[in-house]
């Protein structure tokens, strides 16, 4: 139980067009849902928190003008890269709450490769 | 703000010998432990979660142990196989965030 599917997990696209992520909880619902960038040997860096039904929560450092999270249902959050750039070029993924405080754990989707040409 | 350091980095054995990893944080005030599993290339599978109450917790070949006091957790992988090979993260929890590790690479050498 407690699955997180998430698509496409990978995708190249042309500098300057906008990409969406998809981030879909299976077996259960998902109040809170994570969102992480990882570069090649290194951890996970948390972008933003999204909450169903309100807006997001970015870390410092991140542009929520350039990573548009939307949490519109219990069961999905989409990270959109709008307007990307070669820098943006990372393993994207995302996470949620097996349950509210997530004394359960967190479980994660199996992640984004996004390459921008 | 939690640190976390997994330390080694990378470690290299042959099939059938024990791994021993290590994780250890800055703030004691968590209220889990996770440590998680990562494929090239893949998403993070999860292994075991470790309550803050909790000293250790087992699942088959893998036992993981919890010392909250010193902001240490050692994950154990008895009679390691080729499958084993990976990297591995832990993570933990404080005020509702995860903090992650660096993680540590894994080759299981047949």
């Known amino acids: 139980g407690a699955v997180v599917s998430q698509h496409p997990s990978w995708v190249i696209c042309k500098s300057g067009t906008s990409v969406k992520i998809e981030c879909r909880s299976l077996?259960?619902?998902?109040?809170?849902m994570f969102w992480y960038r990882q570069f090649p040997k290194q951890s996970l860096m948390l972008m933003a928190t999204?909450?169903?039904?309100?807006?997001?929560?970015?870390e410092q450092g991140v542009e929520k003008d350039k990573f548009l999270i939307n949490h519109a249902s219990l069961t999905l959050s989409t990270l959109t890269v709008t307007s990307a750039h070669p820098e943006d070029s990372s393993f994207y993924i995302c996470?949620?709450?097996?349950?509210?405080?997530?004394?359960?754990?967190?479980?994660f989707g199996s992640g984004t490769r996004l390459t921008v040409v | 703000k939690q640190e976390v350091t997994q330390i080694p980095a990378a470690l290299s054995v042959p099939e059938g010998e024990n791994l021993v990893l290590n994780c250890s944080f800055t703030?004691?005030?968590?209220?889990?432990l996770q440590w998680f599993r990562q494929d090239p290339g893949k998403g993070l599978t999860s292994l075991l979660l470790?309550?803050?109450?909790?000293r250790e917790q087992t699942s088959g070949r893998l036992n993981a142990s919890l010392d909250k006091s010193s902001g240490r957790s050692t994950l154990y992988i008895a009679a390691s196989q080729p499958g084993d090979s990976a990297t591995y993260l832990c993570?933990?929890?404080?005020?509702?965030?995860?903090?992650f590790g660096a993680g540590t690479t894994v080759t299981v050498r047949a």
């Open positions: 996470s949620a709450q097996i349950s509210p405080s997530g004394s359960y754990g967190y479980t």
């Open positions: 077996d259960f619902q998902a109040t809170t």
């Open positions: 999204s909450n169903e039904g309100s807006k997001a929560t970015y």
């Open positions: 703030d004691s005030a968590i209220y889990n």
């Open positions: 470790i309550q803050s109450s909790q």
């Open positions: 993570a933990v929890l404080d005020d509702y965030k995860l903090s």
